[in-house]
């Protein structure tokens, strides 16, 4: 019949000291569980801190974003005020790259 290691040391040297070691591996074990639970906590604290971050910048862009997307003034029909202002912006781009082209040709 096998025994386990705990009746096996009883048995074996003595009950004084099995309660001994098995309370130094217990206290042992709760030590590192206090340590990694440190360890996590501050892991913790730490996301929580960039989650914050995150927040407060997504609010910024989308503040950012409501404001571009008003600046359109009257949407054209058929598309969103997003669309419309896409479209200006696209506009004004290649305008700039046009007239690059021109004075580039122009020689200035």
Request: hydrophobic share 35%; aromatic share 8%; with cysteine.
């Amino acid at each position: 019949m096998e025994q386990n290691i705990f009746d096996w040391f009883q048995n074996n040297i003595g009950v004084s000291l099995v309660q001994s070691q098995y309370q130094d591996i217990v206290w042992f074990i709760n030590g590192e569980l206090d340590k990694e639970n440190r360890e996590i906590r501050q892991e913790l604290e730490r996301l929580q801190g960039e989650l914050l971050n995150v927040k407060e910048q997504h609010s910024s862009i989308c503040d950012m974003y409501q404001d571009l997307v008003m600046g359109v003034c009257s949407k054209h029909n058929g598309e969103t005020r997003h669309e419309t202002a896409f479209k200006y912006i696209q506009q004004a781009e290649e305008a700039k790259e046009e007239a690059t082209r021109v004075l580039a040709d122009k020689g200035e």
